[in-house]
């Protein structure tokens, strides 16, 4: 019983972000014999990879489990998504094998595995497998889903365009079949309330101290979710100032916690936004204590610019952007959290695109100079003159060889692009609609009805 109630702490601890005591516990449990010990290792290992970046621990912790239970699939696939997120492609293949041998219907391990795999042949057996899969009549939705977005990435990369667009429709078709019912709909009336929220709090006129120049400071990263804010987080991260912490949850956690959020931070004493201020820093510099500049890399930040305005007055904000029709479709081709529902359907993407658009001109209108565009196509296009731009608008020099440290090889990436932003850089993404032309017709003439140029 003692061992369970440290293990109940811990999953308490780690639920109030109390990361420290939550693996302190975690390790209690373990020595006074806690059943299923494998289950403690591989929270602590979860811990140490999705919050405190500690990727060598958490490995430690998953091999600690599979030591217990060689057959404990949840550790094998973290393991594997370790492999995928330090960028180990061979071993994480090697891992998902291990993973099909044991139980051949793992369908989140084939889906995996094949997202891994480089198609060129439409006749590739691993497509027939994929296909296999999904009409096995015992088929769970969010199985069906997985495996979706995998067919259709392998049937884009071997040019069968109406094919995979008809497997993403389907893989996004389940996915929404697969939402539970605590998750609504995308509410089109709800969000356009949410923006207009925004735009009539901020920006607040609430002077804060200066910052000590003490710890790392943070550069943010954001825009629409697949507009390249990976690349260029990781491409930045070539200069030896900055380092790359990937998507935080720190700026959404707080808001989460300000309840109703914007409105609460109206009348909020100023020693109160100072606290959350300290506290933001503190995190980071948990993370990164020897840093000096930090990306917080999270797309949908775009939405707390006012916040981010208010506890960081002077902060830049890299604002990526990338061609409507290829953001949008990037989107709807990815197997995003289901609580981003609006990612499901074409039109919904095209409504939060708007709103998106609406939102960042009001930002824009307001703080200028401080919102940096960076887009996607110049980036892949002209790497070097754009970073350039960039780093001087950040205050930076930035030197040719900053490039060299791109593809990224080492550094940790924990995002949807952990494969793409390895790559040597190249412009294949630029005009990928144009592929999917005639089955983009509807969100065309959306996009047009409401003023957004998207080509011919």
Not at 194 to 203: C, G, H, S
Not at 284 to 290: I, S, T
């Amino acid at each position: 019983m003692r061992a369970t109630g440290w293990y109940n702490l811990a999953l308490a601890q780690r639920r109030a972000r109390q990361f420290t005591q939550a693996l302190a516990s975690y390790r209690k449990a373990i020595e006074l014999g806690i059943a299923q010990p494998e289950e403690a290792h591989l929270n602590r290992g979860v811990i140490f990879s999705d919050f405190l970046r500690d990727y060598a621990a958490a490995e430690r912790e998953l091999e600690a489990a599979l030591a217990l239970n060689p057959l404990y699939l949840p550790a094998l696939i973290n393991l594997a998504n370790l492999h995928e997120d330090l960028g180990r492609r061979e071993p994480a293949l090697e891992v998902y094998e291990r993973i099909l041998a044991l139980d051949a219907t793992c369908w989140i391990a084939l889906a995996r595995y094949a997202n891994l795999h480089s198609f060129r042949d439409p006749h590739d057996p691993l497509i027939e497998r994929l296909r296999r899969a999904i009409a096995a009549p015992s088929l769970g939705a969010g199985d069906r889903a997985s495996l979706g977005f995998a067919l259709g990435r392998a049937l884009d990369a071997c040019g069968d365009f109406a094919g995979a667009f008809a497997a993403y429709r389907m893989a996004n078709d389940s996915s929404r079949e697969s939402v539970p019912p605590a998750i609504a709909r995308y509410d089109r009336a709800l969000h356009e309330r949410l923006i207009d929220r925004l735009i009539e709090t901020f920006p607040l006129e609430r002077p804060l101290a200066p910052i000590s120049s003490a710890g790392p400071q943070p550069i943010f990263v954001c825009g629409m979710f697949r507009s390249g804010s990976t690349l260029t987080e990781q491409m930045l991260a070539g200069h030896p100032r900055i380092a790359a912490a990937g998507e935080l949850d720190l700026l959404p956690d707080i808001a989460r916690r300000l309840a109703p959020f914007p409105e609460s931070v109206v009348e909020m004493p100023a020693e109160r936004l100072a606290a959350l201020r300290t506290e933001y820093l503190h995190s980071l510099g948990r993370l990164f204590p020897a840093g000096d500049l930090v990306t917080d890399k999270r797309p949908d930040n775009y939405l707390y610019i006012g916040l981010i305005k208010l506890l960081f007055p002077a902060a830049r904000v890299v604002h990526t952007v990338r061609a409507p029709l290829d953001n949008c479709l990037s989107i709807y081709f990815l197997h995003l959290d289901q609580r981003m529902s609006y990612a499901l359907d074409l039109l919904d993407i095209g409504h939060h695109f708007v709103q998106y658009l609406r939102l960042m001109a009001h930002w824009k209108s307001q703080f200028g100079a401080d919102i940096i565009d960076v887009s996607y196509d110049e980036l892949v296009r002209e790497p070097s003159g754009t970073l350039v731009r960039l780093g001087e608008s950040l205050g930076l020099e930035w030197r040719p060889e900053y490039l060299a440290a791109h593809p990224c090889t080492v550094r940790p990436v924990k995002t949807a692009s952990v494969w793409q932003v390895r790559e040597p850089l190249h412009r294949r993404s630029s005009g990928r609609a144009r592929h999917y032309w005639s089955q983009l017709a509807p969100l065309r003439e959306y996009l047009t009805a409401a003023g957004i140029t998207t080509g011919s």
